[in-house]
T-cell receptor, first 112, second 112 residues
Framework: KNQVEQSPQSLIILEGKNCTLQ??????????LRWYKQDTGRGPVSLTI?????NTKSNGRYTATLDADTKQSSLHITASQLSDSASYIC???????????FGTGTRLQVFP | DAEITQSPRHKITETGRQVTLACHQT?????MFWYRQDLGHGLRLIHY???????NKGEVSDGYSVSRSNTEDLPLTLESAASSQTSVYFC???????????FGQGTRLTVV
């Protein structure tokens, strides 16, 4: 069964600190992996998209890594800001269907 | 600017009533998707369409239907609303292939 699992489920950090979120997937055949940010009461917004051949991609203070061999990805947030408080969702696309399989997300809270 | 909009943002309906949620995108995307988001679950795919007159069932399609008469719109209909369909519904659109998917703001539906 295609699954995407994320850890931790929730995380609290202080403003200015770094953090890393984890994603493991069992999706086959693999097409691409995405990280989305979802603010409370809003729709998800794309942060990064990585294909099989890419092992790292950055978007400002967000850096995603992908290890297709171990089927793991991470999202590293540098110098966190209060506005980073949100849910971060790992999403994997299977095969060539353009359908997305969503993890349950990591809820990040950044406190001053 | 191109966008994807959902309406209404909030709706309360009674069990057994037919309800239609609207989704309109101006990206001119071929792919459109409907998801529901519930606590403890990742976004789950209800129905999707790869183009005009094309509709397909997702993993949680029972009790829902969609129609695609033009590129811009993919309305989601709940034939006979049930309390189990209380959820937040998200519409998304994308081009084919490894491209960013854009999400609407969501519709919070309560069935009483």
């Amino acid at each position: 069964k295609n699954q995407v699992e994320q850890s931790p489920q929730s995380l609290i950090i202080l403003e200015g600190k770094n953090c890393t979120l984890q994603c493991n997937y069992t999706v086959s055949p693999f097409s691409n992996l995405r990280w989305y940010k979802q603010d409370t009461g809003r729709g998800p917004v794309s942060l990064t998209i990585m294909t099989f051949s890419e092992n790292t991609k950055s978007n400002g203070r967000y850096t995603a890594t992908l290890d297709a061999d171990t089927k793991q990805s991470s999202l590293h947030i540098t110098a966190s800001q209060l506005s980073d408080s949100a849910s971060y969702i790992c999403v994997v696309s299977a095969g060539n269907t353009d359908k997305l399989i969503f993890g349950t997300g990591t809820r990040l809270q950044v406190f001053p | 600017d191109a966008e994807i909009t959902q309406s209404p943002r909030h709706k309360i309906t009674e069990t057994g009533r037919q309800v239609t949620l609207a989704c309109h995108q101006t990206w001119n995307h071929n792919n459109m998707f409907w998801y529901r988001q519930d606590l403890g679950h990742g976004l789950r795919l209800i129905h999707y369409s790869y183009g005009v007159q094309d509709t397909n069932k997702g993993e949680v399609s029972d009790g829902y239907s969609v129609s695609r008469s033009n590129t811009e719109d993919l309305p989601l209909t709940l034939e006979s609303a049930a309390s189990s369909q209380t959820s937040v519904y998200f519409c998304a659109s994308s081009e084919q292939g490894v491209t960013e998917a854009f999400f609407g703001q969501g519709t919070r539906l309560t069935v009483v």
